[in-house]
């Protein structure tokens, strides 16, 4: 089994910052992709960041330049730094995780979601 925890979500004035984390852990041979999308009330999920083993990232439109995802030390972790949060970013964040099992096997894993409000 593969576990992807989230942390970080919560209530931030516009303007402000916020971190939100996430860990993977399990039967994890090696990460192809991992990072967040979001979705909002009535709307699509969305991408926000991804980070694939390459070492290139992505980054949806509509954050760039505000939110910069990042790791450290720990292979199966990833940070997403949100700046200059604009009230349209509230949404429910998802971790997102691909990766290969020691199976040689490629799955989609998601987190349970975390709740970022962004008050004006």
């Known amino acids: 089994q593969v576990h992807v925890v989230e942390s970080g979500g919560g209530l931030v004035q516009a303007g402000g910052s916020m971190r939100l984390s996430c860990i993977a852990s399990?039967?994890?041979?090696?990460?192809?992709?991992m990072g967040w999308y979001r979705q909002a009330p009535g709307k699509e999920r969305e991408l926000v960041a991804t980070?694939?083993?390459?070492?290139?990232?992505n980054y949806g439109d509509s954050v760039k330049g505000r939110f910069t995802i990042s790791r450290d030390n720990a292979e199966n972790s990833r940070h997403l730094q949100m700046s200059s949060l604009k009230p349209e970013d509230t949404a429910v964040y998802y971790c997102y995780l691909r990766h290969t099992s020691s199976d040689y096997d490629t799955d989609d894993y998601w987190g349970q979601g975390t709740q970022v409000t962004v008050s004006a």
């Open positions: 399990g039967d994890i041979f090696a990460i192809n992709i």
């Open positions: 980070d694939t083993s390459g070492g290139g990232t």
